[in-house]
């Protein structure tokens, strides 16, 4: 094993004894869980422990219900009046504070979830532009909203309000930055946030804790430890939440709805699964699909919602590219998170190797063969991604969301065979169509958008850049999450309106005058 650089090193374990409610870092004494990376700190073996958290249950969870029910207040509390400007001021000092925590929340990335160097610098580095970007949205917002409209004798200023208490789940692939793609938005808007980090992942939020507490009012943002089972379920059953925001898996999503007593009133903000295809037609670029679909499909080692998961490959070419992506697998190099030229990372789920096995040892079983050398290859807390080919639909790994290192290729004929699977899948987030012959694109794209929310052509499936909306069909989500879209999905319009007279418009022109009201006023933010 090579030798851990000092900067990157487990000096001191972090037991997190604090939880922030009500704008408290209040001491937790209670049942803790350790924390584990399976990542080995020493030459022989063995996971390394990194702290623990708090396993809180029923009592803590409706102490944070409580505290951001009070927050909000009907509507009446400090956080959802207050003015844009100061909000905005809030967010701007705790992105400030955020910034100071990048060494420590890094390592932690590394350490958690075995993400690599690069991608966790890329990972904080992007979640602060985020924020920064969705603070200039709101701006934008604000000012477009800062004025009356006359419309059949009637004035009328149209702002966005927020809905009330929201329940934020994050994933564990990305802890930090698709938490916050819920989180900020929902923050920012005026909704006071009950939060509960992922399975993994949750103790990169340590060193954050303090600039949400001295940044936001009591009870804005509350912060949980637990199982979802645990602290979640009680959440949901109060009746209080107005918005689930959640990302992660349809199972987890509709137990929480189930466990509302007032479906109606519940807002869904969703990201779950995606089976994102690839489909690579005669006239494709070899080189440059296979660079693409090693990206999309072994990025962070597949454990991506918007990984490639199943490549379709035209017959016509099917033994070339799977000989070539084969090879381009296989030179891959796996090791620990700071080693330098890294592509494949120890996986942060200890059964995870386990279940990729059995996805393999099941489609081998029915026809398939792993084309790559090192395809399914164990190591202590890894196994090599496996190229499996031919796959069929009979075979598990066509069907499940693998998340994870292994590559199921399907050949076709005719294109109607990838679309006619993309119709029947539960899913429809994204594709990626490799091809050249405009003729061909053309009405293929056509289809494609009304199957999927984005058609990538000849590059791998992504969220970003940002401000393009992200959401998807069917099973894949609920709502759009983008800097613009995110900021309407944690809010709702609301107005005041008044007849157009001298009595009504005298009224007006002095709430304007005073500033008296933070919703009627025309301030601009720079």
């Known amino acids: 094993m090579n030798a851990i650089p000092e900067e990157y090193q487990i000096k001191d374990i972090l037991n997190q004894d604090t939880y922030l409610v009500n704008g408290e870092l209040k001491k937790w004494e209670g049942q803790t869980t350790a924390v584990f990376s399976t990542i080995s700190s020493t030459a022989e073996y063995s996971p390394t422990i990194l702290g623990s958290i708090p396993f809180m249950g029923e009592k ?22 207050m003015k844009v400007v100061d909000r905005i001021k809030c967010m701007q000092k705790f992105v400030k504070q955020m910034k100071e925590t990048r060494s420590e929340v890094v390592k932690f990335l590394m350490w958690e979830i075995g993400k690599s160097l690069g991608d966790s610098e890329k990972e904080f580095d992007r979640t602060v532009e985020y924020i920064n970007d969705t603070i200039d949205s709101y701006k934008e917002l604000n000012s477009r909203s800062a004025h009356f409209s006359k419309v059949q004798g009637v004035n009328a200023m149209v ?11 994050g994933p564990y692939n990305y ?17 006071p946030v009950i939060f509960k980090p992922a399975k993994h992942g949750v103790l990169l939020i340590s060193p954050l804790l303090e600039a949400f507490r001295n940044s936001f009012p009591k009870g804005a943002i509350n912060i949980l430890y637990g199982r979802g089972r645990e602290v979640a379920a009680p959440v949901m059953k109060s009746g209080k939440v107005d918005i689930l925001a959640l990302i ?34 005669p006239e494709a670029d070899l080189d440059l699909a296979i660079s693409e679909c090693i990206a999309g499909t072994l990025s962070f080692n597949g454990q991506r919602c918007t990984a490639l998961k199943v490549l379709y490959v035209h017959e016509s070419i099917a033994e070339e590219f799977n000989k070539r992506f084969s090879e381009k697998v296989d030179n891959l190099l796996f090791g620990n998170p700071w080693e330098k ?28 063969q792993i084309i790559n050398a090192k395809g399914g290859q164990h190591s202590d807390n890894y196994i090599f991604p496996a190229v499996l080919f031919p796959v069929n639909k009979e075979m598990r790994v066509y069907k499940e969301e693998q998340f ?28 990626s169509l490799f091809g050249k012959d405009a003729k061909t694109i053309a009405p293929l794209i056509d289809s494609l958008v009304n199957l999927v929310s984005r058609v990538n052509l000849n590059s791998s499936c992504q969220r970003g850049p940002d401000v393009f909306p ?32 001298a009595y009504n418009n005298a009224i007006l ?13 025309t301030d601009y933010i720079l």
């Open 60 to 81: 803590e969870a409706l102490e944070a219900v409580e505290a951001a029910s009070a927050a909000f207040d009907h509507g009446q509390g400090l956080w959802p009046t």
């Open 159 to 169: 702002r966005r309000s927020p809905l009330g208490v929201v329940l934020c789940l």
């Open 175 to 191: 802890p930090l930055n698709e938490t916050f793609s819920l989180l900020i938005p929902a923050l920012i808007m005026g909704n």
């Open 248 to 281: 992660g898996n349809s199972k987890s999503a509709i137990a929480l709805q189930d466990q509302h007593p007032n479906k109606n009133r519940l807002r869904l903000v969703l990201g779950l699964e995606a089976k994102n295809p690839a489909i690579i037609l």
């Open 341 to 368: 030229g890294v592509s494949l990372t120890p996986l942060p789920e200890k059964d995870k190797p386990a279940y990729i096995q059995e996805l393999i040892d099941d489609a081998t079983s029915k026809g398939a």
């Open 404 to 431: 994870g290192p292994v590559v199921p290729i399907l050949s076709f004929k005719d294109i109607q065979e990838p679309l006619n699977d993309m119709a029947e899948s539960n899913y429809g987030q994204q594709v």
């Open 470 to 501: 992200f959401t998807g069909r069917k099973d894949s989500a609920v709502g759009t999450l983008s800097i613009h879209d995110a900021l309407r999905s944690f809010s709702i319009r609301t107005f005041v309106a008044s007849k157009d007279n």
């Open 509 to 521: 022109q002095e709430l304007l005058d005073s500033r008296a009201s933070n919703f009627v006023n």
